[in-house]
């Protein structure tokens, strides 16, 4: 099976690559963080709690969305196996085996992704150190203490996330007897899991939870940062736990957009796709939910703090740092739900070829095809902003109104239509770059859609 | 895509010609020809199989009519119509339109019940068929209890006749099946080609099919045999044990014509 996975790694450079990138960067930016908390422990007295709240502060809550890209990514990687382990399975690969493929696939991937992150760690991280060191936030009589320990366990719990997602993912690629797999394999209609449905519904409660005793509690706290410590992280928590619900989501939303598509070829078919497989398009639509859900909390946030912080104080001058520290947050969230979001588009799209190869040869033009991809993306961005938004209210309205601005706050609105429009633009783009990349292949030369066919 | 009145034009005008048809595939000392020069007509109303052995070039030959593909040189005409020089856009509205086509993998889109997948072309020309018509495109070939079924839940069988319905209901100017009962088991694959055989004899349905098949053949009124991309003889009235004869005899000939 190991030889079989390995042959098989080399013809699918795209599911590859998706892989590898999540785990790349999400190794190098989770282990360089890291590595201040290791430091931390040996710092001047001083500098311990800052170090400690940087590096606990930004690599927790970014670790959270890196492990969600990487499960994502290779939850999405996996499960689309689910042809080739049917047929695996009709040649007389066991359950078992066909489920090695996938996960030893994925372990090997990740394993030399983590290992590469890591070495860019072990180097960011003494960066990282510098550049604090250097805007004084950290004293000169601390040392850079990041050693193996920090990055070896970051790049573990990385491959670890990605072997258990690929495991989630290869169960479902091997679900049912091969023979029903192997027909089946196109329409793998399903449910949401119960432990998602749990999953999603506990963050969004402990993301509310979060908006309520920043309201009731921490906002009326003498401590002028009291309110951000509970408030910041509710957006990103109530957006990860919405966008895990996605797949419900895109079913409740779609369904009404349908009449208005179906009025033409292109509209039908995207209005078909969305509302019949709402669990294949979900993967697009759990990581615009993400983005505009923590990137418009946790900037409506920093615009409030930078509005009134003449007036609630800044009694320890931690201020600018505290938004800088948010912006880096804004920053490594914003990249790697755009990594996710590319991801499965690419991934989604790509999948589909054989599919819209056989839409054309049944008569669809390829300008219909092309607008087909580009309004479904544009309706799953639609709906991944509004909800996006929601879960960004978690962190906006409760800040909001602890620093006496009211429900809505007083400035710097255009905010919101901003990262909407950039993650309008963000989906229908890497949906369109990856249609264009599955199909720009073939277009070049004639007979696009004959590989179905024995060659000549 | 406009289409001269049927009515006005002289009724023995093919609804299918070729003439001097060619395709070579790839350029260069690596260049395959396909087809080198196949002059064929298909009268209203027949019912003729294509045949060779493997890489005489039936399949290209079908490509390069439905307009899958683009003829090196040579032209198509189509209700007496050249289509040769069309672009992509124009081909895929003459497929969608004007072309009925049946494939080996039944190509059903998967999360499309059985009527929404008949209903398809009409859609994506942005038209809506009445649901009686699908209805009776479904129950021409037998299926009228399961249009609300999708794909998954077909026999491949059953796929293939509503891959055949789909194909029927715009009442296209030909019929064009590339191996049709090439993924049937015998029995279902007889029901198909008795399928196929009532459009062209109730409908008047012109039908070409590419198979490998001489029992497959024996349904036609008249067999066309390639070999290397040429015209290698023709059989009308058919029947199985003619057609292996004369396939087993063209395999001795492969290659020998170059």
Known sequence: MIAVALRSLRHRPTAVIATFVAVFLGTALMASFATLVESAFDAHDDDREIMMIIGGVVGGWGTLIVLFAVASTVGIVAEQRGRETALLRTLGATPRQARALIVIEAAVVALVAAAGGALVASLGGAVLFDALQRATIVTRATDYDGGPASVVTTAAVVVLVSTVAAVIGSRRATRGPAGLALRAAEVPVRRLRWWRVVAGIVLVASGLASAIVTITVTGKSTNPYAAMETSGSAAVVAGVGLATLAPWFLRLFATPVGPLLRRFGAGYLAAENLTRRPHVLAGMLGPVIVLVSTAVGTLVMVAVDARTRAAFGDPEGVGDMITMLNCVLVG????????????????????????????????????????????EAGVIAAIGIVIGLLGSTATAVPYSIARHEGVVPNGQLWLPPLVAALALVLTVGAAWGAYRGTTGGIRRREGWGRELQPAP | MSMP??????????????????????????????????????????????????????????????????????????????????????????????????????????????????????????????????????????????????????????????????????????????????????????????????????????????????????????????????????????????????????????????
């Not at chain 1, 490594?332 to 839409?359: C, G, K, P, Q, Y």
């Not at chain 2, 009409?122 to 021409?140: C, D, F, H």
């Not at chain 2, 079924?149 to 029927?168: D, K």
């Not at chain 2, 029947?239 to 395999?251: F, I, K, M, T, Y």
Request: neutral net charge.
């Open chain 1, 332 to 375: 490594v969230i914003s990249l790697f739900a755009a990594i996710m979001v590319i991801n499965s588009a690419v991934a989604v799209v790509a999948h589909r070829r054989s599919e819209l190869d056989r839409i054309w040869r049944v008569g669809a033009t390829r300008a219909q095809l092309g607008a087909s991809i580009a309004l």
């Open chain 2, 5 to 258: 009145n049927v009515s006005g034009m002289a009724h023995d005008t093919p609804a299918l010609a070729v003439e001097g048809l060619r395709k070579r595939h790839g350029s260069g000392p690596g260049a395959v020809d396909a087809l080198v020069g196949i002059d064929l007509a298909f009268a209203r109303g027949t019912f003729t199989a294509i045949m060779g052995p493997s890489g005489s070039g039936k399949s290209t030959f079908l490509a390069c009519v439905a307009g899958l593909d683009r003829p090196t040189a040579g032209r198509i005409l189509l209700d007496g119509v050249d289509v040769t020089d069309w672009d992509e856009t124009a081909r895929t509205r003459m497929r969608r339109d004007r072309i009925g086509f049946v494939f080996q993998d039944f190509s059903l889109i998967p999360y499309l019940t059985a009527a929404e997948n008949v209903a398809l072309p009409a859609r994506l020309a942005g038209r809506r068929l009445p649901p009686e018509t699908v209805r009776e495109a479904l129950a021409r070939v037998g299926l009228a209890d399961r249009a609300d079924h999708l794909p998954s839940a077909l026999s491949g069988g059953q796929q293939q006749r509503v891959a055949i319905a789909r194909a029927l209901v715009t009442q296209p100017a030909v019929l064009l099946a590339d191996e049709p009962t090439g993924a049937l088991d015998s029995a279902t694959a007889r029901e198909v080609l008795g399928m196929l055989r009532a459009a062209v004899d109730d409908l008047g349905q012109t039908t070409v099919m590419v198979t490998h098949d001489p029992v497959a053949a024996s349904y036609a009124d008249t067999v066309v045999f390639l070999v290397d991309g040429r015209v290698a003889g023709q059989m009308a009235k058919p029947n199985a044990d003619a057609v292996a004869a004369q396939l087993a005899h063209l395999d001795q000939l492969v290659g020998v014509a170059k």
